[in-house]
């Protein structure tokens, strides 16, 4: 069981913060202060510290030098990002926005621990052909070697041969996907490539800044810019310089901070907020949303030559619903991961377990799967998950003898019925048809007359939002 130190002179967030990582199966221990910490603990034997940027005394950044290897994660607000960033220029591993998402903080953790834990192994483990736990994100595997994302579905194994081939550019790169799908994977796993690999890269979550704040912690201020800035700053594109500046949800960015990134893509160059003077940077720029930014920009809400700046290499991450049977695998994954962090035999799913995962929809993507078997490894009592604890509304029945059957078009089976097809299209016949006859016919039944199989039957169901009635006659 990995064991962390919080160092935080806030009681609440330090108790939250213990309380989420205890429930997490992490041994913890807590300090106010620097000193305090010096006092109570041998700070090099935690396996990561988790501290606030500034606290009574000492700041924060003095843990780096005291730990003596052992990683530092920086806690800071908003206000102080660009402080943060200078935090991990003195070697800290990487800092956190307060007020931090709980599942942020969770993916952060087990990413710096399990990237602990893999150079701790890098010499003897190769030798032994050890595997190394899941990342945060269950998607790390050895095969897609410097890209650390799980996929053997083709429209993944497309999307890694394009990141080798985008990689080693300095072209700018738009990441498009479902929230959830991990687009933040695919942003590192392009700068990990790079040639400024062992530069910094910027993330910033363009959604979570105040609007007020963006433009200024993107591109800096001068002092006396805007009323409290007391004193000049840099912004986190000049802290990029010579690295990587990914903005994740960039269609949250708001018009005049658009205006601000082009100068950037367009002559290489910034100008802090009440600056008249502009200065060089070299940057490559990652973008990534979940929105159409082409519609966005024909409805001015995007700046359109932003867009075209942004769109030179388009990377499409495929929903999990799409992904076919790598859900099992990040499944697994994730279920070895949160087997080794509660300390416990090996978990498994069930069968039924198993069919569940595969067959249901995700709209949440990735997270939503990491959280529900995180949910069911807590909550189980034996080592097999069943599929009740995955807590996902599907039901089972008439699954299982076509588990692996293609799905197959609508097709001419159902132009023969007799019913009415003129003005509907194809999903709208099914629909039409399904809630006609659902009541009366079983599953295998509606799907011999649409001419499809009966999983094919109940994706288009979850995907077309028509729940099987409970009162409906069972095959």
């Not at 300090?31 to 990561?48: C, W, Y």
């Not at 910034?270 to 973008?287: E, F, H, N, P």
Request: charged share 25%; proline share 4%; with cysteine.
């Amino acid at each position: 069981m990995s064991h962390i130190l919080i160092v935080e002179d806030e009681t609440i967030i330090r108790s939250a913060l213990r309380r989420l990582l205890e429930r997490n199966q992490y041994a913890v221990s807590e300090a106010g202060s620097v000193q305090e910490a010096q006092e109570r603990f041998s700070i090099p034997g935690f396996d990561l510290i988790i501290s606030d940027l500034r606290l009574p005394g000492a700041p924060g950044t003095e843990l780096i030098k005291l730990a003596e290897g052992t990683p530092v994660l920086i806690m800071t607000s908003y206000a102080s990002l660009r402080s943060a960033v200078d935090s991990m220029k003195m070697g800290a591993v990487d800092y956190i926005a307060k007020p931090f998402d709980h599942d942020e903080m969770l993916q952060t953790v087990a990413r710096i621990l399990h990237d602990r834990q893999q150079a701790a192994n890098a010499s003897p483990a190769s030798s032994r052909g050890a595997s190394t736990p899941p990342n945060a994100t269950a998607e790390g595997e050895s095969r897609n070697s410097g890209i650390g994302i799980i996929g053997r579905c083709g429209p993944m194994q497309d999307l890694f041969g394009k990141i080798r081939k985008v990689a080693p550019t300095d072209s700018n790169v738009l990441i498009q996907g479902e929230s959830g799908t991990g687009k933040e994977l695919v942003a590192r796993a392009l700068h990990n490539l790079s040639r400024r690999a062992k530069a910094p890269m910027i993330s910033v979550n363009c959604a979570a800044i105040p609007e007020t704040l963006i433009e200024s912690e993107l591109f800096g201020h001068e002092k006396g810019a805007f009323t409290g800035a007391s004193a000049g700053r840099a912004g986190l594109v000049e802290a990029a310089d010579g690295g990587t500046l990914f903005l994740d949800e960039i269609g949250e960015l708001p018009l005049e901070a658009q205006a601000r990134l082009l100068r950037v893509l367009q002559e290489g160059e910034i100008r802090r907020v009440g600056s008249t003077q502009s200065q060089k940077v070299d940057v490559r720029l990652i973008a990534a949303t979940h929105r159409d930014l082409k519609t966005l920009a024909k409805n001015g809400q995007f700046r359109e030559d932003l867009y075209y700046r942004l769109h030179v290499i388009a990377l499409k991450l495929p929903p999990l619903r799409e992904r076919g049977t790598d859900v099992l695998e990040i499944a697994k994954a994730f279920l070895a991961r949160q087997s080794e962090r509660m300390g416990s035999e090996e978990l498994h799913f069930s069968r039924e377990a198993e069919q569940a995962v595969r067959h249901y929809a995700w709209p949440g993507n990735v997270r939503e799967l990491e959280n529900a078997i995180e949910r069911a490894a807590i909550l189980s009592e034996s080592e097999e998950i069943s599929a009740e604890l995955l807590g996902i509304d599907i039901e089972l029945d008439n699954l299982d003898d076509d588990f692996d059957e293609p799905c197959a078009p609508l097709g001419s089976s159902i132009a023969t019925s007799n019913e009415p097809t003129e003005d509907l299209s194809l999903e709208d016949y099914f629909q039409h048809f399904v809630l006609e006859h659902q009541d009366h016919m079983t599953e295998t039944e509606l799907a011999r007359k649409l001419g499809i199989s009966r999983k094919c039957l109940w994706e288009r169901r979850q995907r077309l939002g028509i729940p099987r009635r409970k009162s409906s006659v069972t095959g």
